[in-house]
T-cell receptor, first 114, second 113 residues
């Protein structure tokens, strides 16, 4: 069974640009959650999608958005990039709703904003 | 609030000794408490979890205890080995926010040979 796949794995952008990250969940998983990981800050929740609907959202500005497609694949977008957006972005899929069962993480997309 | 507090932030132990990491949560209705391990450069992976209907769960050298009254839960690693060196994260859902899962800040465990 293939694991969670995230693309791209690494990317470099400049301030003001936008970026789109993609996440393919494990087959059969309908929940996809996104987290931002920075040194010393742990895993900060961005949002969760379940059956193409955003179920909840973390405390991030509106520049961070996402969506989920009918095949459960998810994308997140960050517009007007800032230096502080440099981080590892992890997505995780699960059979059940987030917060109720095991999360399976992808390897992450490492974003560097110059 | 929606905080999950985790202590300590770093922990150094001699190989063979035990390690204990503690987390507190704020939502008294939380009912699921997972622990994730993230080795350097790798993705976080679930190592053990506990639901609120039990007070303790063991899996070989790791165990988790839950005190619902005090709203805290702990990870115990016995007979630590070098491969236990990693960052450990606790998490808890916030039932008032549609089960949003929040993570603690992480504990970096170093096992000294």
């Amino acid at each position: 069974k293939a694991g969670v796949t995230q693309t791209p794995r690494y990317l470099i952008k400049t301030r003001g640009q936008q970026v789109t990250l993609s996440c393919s969940p494990i087959s059969g998983h309908r929940s996809v959650s996104w987290y931002q990981q920075t040194p010393g800050q742990g895993l900060q929740f961005l949002f969760e999608y379940f059956s193409e609907t955003q179920r909840n959202k973390g405390n991030f500005p509106g520049r961070f958005s996402g969506r989920q497609f009918s095949n459960s694949r998810s994308e997140m977008n960050v517009s007007t990039l800032e230096l502080g957006d440099s981080a590892l972005y992890l997505c995780a899929s699960s059979l059940e709703r987030g917060g109720t069962g095991e999360l399976f993480f992808g390897e992450g997309s490492r974003l560097t904003v110059l | 609030g929606e905080n999950v507090e985790q202590h300590p932030s770093t922990l150094s132990v001699q190989e063979g000794d035990s390690a204990v990491i503690k987390c507190t949560y704020s939502d008294s209705a939380s009912n699921y408490f997972p622990w994730y391990k993230q080795e350097l450069g790798k993705r976080p992976q679930l190592i053990i979890d506990i639901r609120s209907n039990v007070g303790e769960k063991k899996d070989q050298r790791i165990a988790v205890t839950l005190n619902k009254t005090a709203k805290h839960f702990s990870l115990h690693i016995t007979e630590t080995q070098p491969e236990d060196s990693a960052v450990y994260f606790c998490a808890a859902p916030h039932t008032s926010n549609d089960y949003k899962l929040s993570f603690g800040a992480g504990t970096t465990v170093t096992v000294r040979a």
